[in-house]
């Protein structure tokens, strides 16, 4: 049996070589990957990246920076001069018809 068993051996060295090679580079695609992804979905750089991309300021009511998110690398100076609101500009009178069906006639 052993005989049998090294003769087998013997005949498949070649296709050894080849399928640890595959396996060796299989395992090493899908270590890239995980590391990849695990590089991604991390809280740091995906605020780096999100900062780097869409730059955004947050302002509180009285003007002041309240979160700064990556605005400052790209605007000097800021400043804030609040509007004051108009009301009866912006209100508009509307009218509903409540009129129901039956009282249509």
């Not at 947050?58 to 009301?87: C, H, T």
């Amino acid at each position: 049996m052993t005989d049998k068993l090294n003769k087998f051996l013997e005949s498949t060295k070649p296709l050894q070589g080849l399928l640890a090679l595959v396996i060796i580079v299989s395992g090493a695609i899908v270590w890239i990957r995980i590391s990849a992804q695990n590089a991604v979905l991390d809280e740091k750089f995906l605020a780096t990246l999100a900062a780097r991309v869409r730059p955004t300021c947050i302002f509180d009511s009285r003007g002041a920076v309240e979160a700064d998110f990556g605005a400052s690398d790209y605007i000097e100076d800021i400043q804030v001069i609040p509007e004051p609101k108009d009301y009866a500009k912006n209100h508009k009178s509307c009218y509903y018809d409540y009129t129901g069906i039956a009282e249509q006639g």
